[in-house]
């Protein structure tokens, strides 16, 4: 609300005091003197999300210095969270099938074509029995996605449009250190 947010979603658990890359709207706030190691970026100069490890299948830009990248306008946001669990089409993500709320965000590598994502998820809830890693990413396939990440879930996984909150969370939101918005 405090942003004029439209649609938010949690971000990563990329606090600055934990260590990890954090670039958002183009300033560094963590690692401008690290090489940068994060599994996805976005460029909101063109409107791409991709991997910095991959894209299209050549060398991305992972190992490369974050604050080069930031000047270059390469990159205006990280996200730490992954490995992709999609990647060039294929599903990547791991054998672990436990399920749980989830937020997850791909896209089919067009400019600005970004899919964000919550599912409910707690045993207990009576809603939902959530989602594995495995099924996040068979949903962005779904959807035309060629590349997908997850980010932070559990408690944090909370989807906010128009001023409310749409998934089960409602009433019981984690405060985050990081979100996704749009206005």
Do not use: H
């Amino acid at each position: 609300k405090r942003l004029g947010a439209k649609l938010a979603i949690n971000g990563c658990y990329s606090a600055p005091y934990l260590g990890y890359t954090v670039v958002r709207d183009g300033k560094i706030w963590n690692g401008a003197s690290k090489n940068l190691w994060v599994p996805a970026v976005y460029n909101s100069n063109n409107g791409m999300l991709m991997s910095a490890w991959e894209s299209g299948g050549t060398p991305g830009i992972a190992g490369q210095n974050v604050q080069q990248l930031v000047d270059e306008g390469k990159i205006t946001d990280t996200f730490c969270f992954g490995p992709p669990g999609l990647s060039n089409g294929t599903v990547t993500a791991g054998s672990d099938s436990s399920r749980a709320q989830r937020t997850f965000i791909g896209t089919n590598g067009s400019a600005g074509d970004i899919w964000l994502c919550v599912s409910d998820g707690r045993s207990n809830d009576g809603k939902s029995s959530g989602l594995t890693y495995k099924q996040c990413m068979n949903y962005l396939v779904s959807k035309g996605c060629t590349f997908g990440v997850n980010l932070d879930g559990g408690g944090s996984s909370t989807m906010y449009f128009n001023g409310k909150v749409l998934n089960a969370a409602k009433g019981n939101e984690r405060a985050v250190v990081d979100f996704v918005y749009f206005k």
